[in-house]
């Protein structure tokens, strides 16, 4: 039986040899239940026409931006769809969209997509294309920008070359989607989705009206662990310093920026005070000391200067008494500069810590432990991690293992 309210899948195709596989995607998503409206570009329109995409949906196809009477599709579509879906992508479509260019129909909806559901892209090309570092350059740009790369097989190409460049299968497609749309962010009311507040980045401290100190924090680590709680479907804001080098938007991610310390505080109080939230992921770096007396206006730049710092309050240590939710369960980061370095694990009066060491982060790596509290206050190594990636999946499976009903 075809469900009553189906999810809502904008197909985009445009001008590959593998363009045929957007037939099959076409119908067997049809089959599945899904409701389509199809895209070509002039390209896809070259390979494979309107005709089947017609039949299979019994909606016109759209080509251009200035189709007769549908003048607004770039935004009607972008809006209309639950997933919006490049499939194939070619070498110069992926450079349309990183090149953010608005000249098609297919450009101008990623244009006007705001980044509140999925945008996914199946690049499909020659070997040498796909690893072409323009090619390269564009798919990182993208996916920097919260779009998701379904990255192409390896194998014999229609050329006659072996390599990675193959387009995703039509069936994994499909199982893709359909896992897209049983995943808990489609299943659960805003109401029951646990409520997440990931702090990420630097505080700067004002030295006077122009200038401040601060910590080299980039804002990755909270980052990428909370877009990896947004893309499973949990209602995750960000809470990330003003000149965080990761700022790209993803569906279903709140971002919300600060640049003090005092400022950060603030926030992440009146986050706390005024929202049930469920869970704290605290990885902004925080100043430890601010600058005893800010001078107001400019100071003069000749003259050596002497900087009285006085340690700021923790924040980690007031968080519980702001929070409105007496459960909140707080995960703490802790970073330590090489032995002998004490961790004081004890002060964070945390569920949960995070424990790097300086010496175990690198561009590449960023490896790591999990401590949980023991009932009796003590921390126990739980699970250990090599990469941000891999921290983030841990982080996910221990929101995912807790007791239902423990949240609130
Ligand atoms: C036979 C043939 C096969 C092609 N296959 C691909 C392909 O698989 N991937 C690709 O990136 N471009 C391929 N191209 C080149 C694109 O069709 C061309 O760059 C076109 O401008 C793409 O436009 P579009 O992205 O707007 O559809 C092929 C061209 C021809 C003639």
Known sequence: MLPTNPKKILLQVTGSIASFKAVALCSKLVQAGYDLEVVLSEGAEAFVGAASFEGFTRKKVHRGIFDEGSMMSHIDLERWADLI????ATAHTLSSLALGQSNTLITSIFLAHEFKKPFWVAPAMNQAMYRHPATQHHVAQLKNWGVRILDPDPGKMACGEEGTGRLIEP??????????????KFQKSDTTRPKILVTSGGTLEPIDSVRSITNFSTGETGYTVALKLASEGFDVTLL????????????????????TTSDFS???????????????????AVADYRVDSVVDGKIQSSKVLTLRLKPNAKVIQQVRGWSKNKNLKVISFKLTAGRGNNRKFETYDSEWIIHNDL?????????????ARTP?????????????????????????????????
């Open 266 to 284: 603030n926030q992440v109080e009146q986050a706390l005070s005024n929202e049930n939230y469920h869970y704290l992921i605290h990885a902004a």
């Open 85 to 88: 879906l490049v499939y194939p």
């Open 359 to 371: 010496k175990d982060i690198s561009e590449k790596a960023h490896a790591g432990k999990i401590y």
């Open 376 to 408: 009796k206050g003590k921390y126990q190594a739980m699970t250990s991690f090599k990469t941000k990636a891999e921290l983030s999946n841990s982080v996910l499976k221990l929101i995912q293992n807790e007791p239902k009903g423990t949240q609130l």
């Open 171 to 184: 069936e994994a497609m499909l199982e893709k989607i359909k896992k897209e749309f049983s995943n808990a």
């Open 240 to 259: 990330q310093a003003r000149h965080s080098h990761f700022q790209n938007p993803a569906p279903g991610l709140k971002i919300q920026t600060y640049q």
